[in-house]
C-alpha cells in the first residue's frame, strides 16, 4: 500500500515556474514507477512526465517536454516535477501516481493516486 500526497501547486504568471513534490508512504517506495498525471476543467486525466523506480528511465509528454522534468529521491520517499516556462494552458489539477512496473501512459495502469494540487497559470 502506497499513499500520495501532493504539494507545490499555486498561482503563477504565464511564464514563471513550479515545482510540485510528492511525499509517499510505504518502505517500498522505490520499487515503484512514479508519474505526474493533470486533468484541466472539462478534459481528461493525461500523463505528464513518468520516471522508472530507478531513475533510469523518464517519460514526457509533447506538450512539456523541454519544460518540465520529472525527479525522484527514494531516501525521502519523493517525486517532484519542475514545471518552467509555465503556460495558461498548463492550468490543472496535477496528480501524483504509482505503479509496479515499467513506466505506462495509461492512467488506468496505475494502481495509487494522490488528492491532487492545483496549479494555474495567469497570462
Known amino acids: 500500500q502506497v499513499q500520495l500526497v501532493e504539494s507545490g501547486g499555486g498561482l503563477v504568471q504565464d511564464g514563471g515556474s513550479l515545482r510540485l513534490s510528492c511525499a509517499a508512504s510505504g518502505r517500498t517506495f522505490s520499487r515503484y514507477t512514479m508519474a505526474w498525471f493533470r486533468q484541466a476543467p472539462g478534459k481528461e486525466r493525461d500523463i505528464v512526465a513518468a520516471?522508472?523506480?530507478?531513475?533510469?528511465?523518464?517519460y514526457y509528454a509533447e506538450s512539456v517536454k523541454g519544460r518540465f522534468t520529472i525527479s525522484r529521491d527514494n531516501a525521502k520517499n519523493r517525486v517532484y516535477l519542475q514545471m518552467n516556462s509555465l503556460k495558461p494552458e498548463d492550468t490543472a489539477v496535477y496528480y501524483c501516481?504509482?505503479?509496479?512496473?515499467?513506466?505506462?501512459?495509461?492512467?488506468?495502469?496505475?494502481?495509487?493516486w494522490g488528492q491532487g494540487t492545483q496549479v494555474t497559470v495567469s497570462s
Open positions: 520516471i522508472s523506480w530507478t531513475g533510469s528511465s523518464t
Open positions: 501516481a504509482a505503479k509496479v512496473g515499467p513506466i505506462a501512459v495509461g492512467l488506468g495502469s496505475y494502481e495509487y
